[in-house]
């Protein structure tokens, strides 16, 4: 079993949809959790940062962590075509020099 | 601005053939990471540098080794690449205390002819 488990998709939805993404871990030790976005050829980019259970909010997006649970989501209101890219969930512990475990990545695709 | 740069974008070589991937940074962070990522995979810690100090992951092959001579830059080494090597390959920084988030340059797309 993987630390952290994502569904690759692809998902696709249309434009000004609001669009959900999951990913699961199993190690309750994880303490900060993020989601990075990834366009095609280019690096991750960070979009949101947490390290407490609850909802986080910037913008349309909005970050829910479930520790008791075990589970992330990263909600997109009114979803654009330029939201289309693959979305990473990634986690660290306290310790262990902050080293992230990724997700597998959900690839979505806004349709205009 | 580009803060975590990536030299050189696109990097082709030869079987066997040694190469260097560049990573600068602008943030004056003291952490720098090295990453593999495959086609449609998730990111793989390969090592990283906690100012001089160098961690390794316990699964990373003997072909990959890092230099860092200043805060500013980190180099990756693939002594004799295979075409398993054909991958992304992200650097990323990250500022103390370890709860900072990570920040990733756009990487060096390798491909072994």
């Known amino acids: 079993q993987k630390e952290v488990e994502q569904d690759p998709g692809p998902l696709s939805v249309p434009e000004g949809a609001i669009v959900s993404l999951n990913c699961t871990y199993s190690?309750?030790?994880?303490?900060?959790f993020m989601w990075y976005r990834q366009y095609s050829r280019k690096g991750p980019e960070l979009l949101m940062y947490?390290?407490?259970?609850g909802n986080k909010e910037d913008g349309r997006f909005t970050a829910q962590v479930d520790k008791s649970s075990k589970y992330i989501s990263l909600f997109i209101r009114d979803s654009q075509p330029s939201d289309s890219a693959t979305y990473l969930c990634?986690?660290?512990?306290?310790?262990?020099?902050?080293?992230?475990?990724f997700g597998q990545g959900t690839e979505l695709s806004v349709k205009p | 601005d580009a803060m975590v740069i990536q030299n050189p974008r696109y990097q082709v070589t030869q079987f066997g053939k040694p190469v260097t991937l560049s990573c600068s940074q602008t943030?004056?962070?003291?952490?720098m990471y090295w990453y593999q990522q495959k086609s449609s995979q998730a990111p793989k810690l390969l090592f990283h540098?906690?100012?001089?100090?160098?961690?390794n992951e316990a699964d990373t092959p003997d072909n990959f080794q890092s230099r860092r001579p200043n805060t500013s830059f980190c180099f990756l080494d693939i002594r004799s690449p295979g075409l398993g090597d054909a991958a992304m390959y992200l650097c990323?920084?990250?500022?103390?205390?370890?709860?900072?988030?990570?920040?990733f340059g756009d990487g060096t797309r390798l491909s072994i002819l």
């Open positions: 540098y906690y100012d001089k100090d160098f961690n």
């Open positions: 943030l004056n962070h003291n952490v």
């Open positions: 190690n309750s030790a994880f303490q900060y």
């Open positions: 990634a986690m660290s512990f306290y310790n262990q020099g902050g080293k992230l475990i």
């Open positions: 947490t390290y407490s259970s």
């Open positions: 990323a920084t990250r500022g103390a205390p370890s709860n900072q988030p990570q920040h």
